[in-house]
């Protein structure tokens, strides 16, 4: 639906926000515009606030990302950050404990079994899942044994695992023929395979950010939401939005652009360039409000 830069035309009468491709996207932007107290801002955070760079551990949030959200959030009912991560990291990553005008942001981690706020700084958290302990002790020799150890590395999600391939001389290829031999061990274990930005994640079914950002937007009342992503997991995010709006709740789809993953691209509203653009966007729709 549009192309991967920030270059969208302005809209009518407002100099420096983007305007959406699409009709329902227009709708959901005026909708959140008319009445920021009722809407959610919802955000991915690795490739949508956090540039992605080959150490998910170094990975942090856009410098301008929390002052762009602190500016913003005040005057939105809330601003949720939804991610695979585990909630305490994408708080310590993206900086967001302490912040002045951030006191009602929520940060739905490992796809909502993690929930971390601000009013009480604190994680709570759905029993884990014991197929993923058991996939963590025989990840290491299964690897070893189908010879993909190398360029390839193991990162420990608490309630999840994933194996990352950026590394590796040939990331594609070492992706694509990890992706079958990792489904069958998850099965084993009655876990699931979620494929990301030359990342396979291992982790319980049942749970995805579709369901995470729908239970909470429904749970808050919201009247409209602006959901922006980056990567395939962010497609159950997108779809849980196009279906609230056959239920009257208005919502903008932001796709965080990127050269890797073009999916999103063709379902969004609007396609900016990578975090700084959703940055920009944001500061945009901020300096509309009253």
């Given at each position: 639906m549009g192309d991967p830069t920030y270059a969208q035309p302005?809209?009518?009468?407002?100099?420096?926000?983007?305007?959406?491709?699409?009709?329902?996207?227009?709708?959901?932007?005026?909708?959140?515009?008319?009445?920021?107290?009722r809407a959610?801002?919802?955000?991915?955070?690795?490739?949508?606030?956090?540039?992605?760079?080959?150490d998910p551990e170094q990975a942090r949030a856009h410098p301008d990302a929390v002052p762009a959200l602190a500016a913003l959030a005040p005057r939105l009912r809330s601003v949720a950050v939804v991610t695979g991560r585990p909630?305490?990291?994408?708080?310590?990553?993206?900086?967001?404990?302490?912040?002045?005008?951030?006191?009602?942001?929520?940060?739905?981690?490992?796809?909502?079994?993690?929930?971390?706020?601000?009013?009480?700084?604190?994680?709570?958290?759905?029993?884990?899942?014991?197929?993923?302990a058991a996939?963590?002790?025989?990840?290491?020799?299964?690897?070893d044994a189908i010879d993909a150890w190398r360029g390839s590395w193991i990162e420990e999600k608490g309630r999840a695992v994933a194996v990352h391939t950026r590394r590796a001389e040939d990331p594609q290829a070492a992706?694509?023929?990890?992706?079958?031999?990792?489904?069958?061990?998850?099965?084993?274990?009655?876990?699931?395979?979620e494929p990301g930005r030359m990342v396979l994640e291992l982790r319980p079914p049942g749970m995805d950010k579709g369901v995470a950002l729908e239970e909470y937007l429904r749970e808050v009342g919201a009247e409209s939401v602006l959901y922006a992503g980056d990567d395939l997991g962010d497609l159950p995010a997108f779809g849980a939005v196009e279906k609230l709006r056959s239920?009257?709740?208005?919502?903008?789809?932001?796709?965080?652009?990127?050269?890797?993953?073009?999916?999103?691209a063709g379902r969004a509203d609007l396609v900016v360039d990578g975090p700084p653009g959703v940055v920009r966007?944001?500061?945009?729709?901020?300096?509309?409000l009253p």
């Open positions: 302005d809209r009518p009468g407002r100099p420096g926000l983007p305007e959406p491709v699409t009709p329902a996207g227009r709708d959901g932007l005026s909708a959140l515009l008319a009445r920021p107290e959610v801002v919802a955000l991915d955070f690795d490739g949508t606030l956090a540039p992605i760079v080959a909630a305490g990291v994408a708080v310590r990553y993206g900086g967001f404990a302490g912040v002045a005008g951030l006191e009602h942001l929520v940060v739905l981690g490992h796809y909502g079994a993690e929930r971390w706020d601000a009013v009480t700084g604190t994680v709570h958290a759905a029993e884990a899942h014991p197929g993923v996939v963590r002790a025989e990840l290491p020799g299964f690897l992706f694509d023929a990890l992706r079958e031999p990792l489904a069958e061990l998850a099965g084993r274990h009655g876990l699931i395979v239920d009257g709740v208005a919502g903008l789809l932001v796709c965080s652009g990127s050269t890797e993953v073009t999916e999103l966007l944001l500061s945009a729709i901020g300096a509309q």
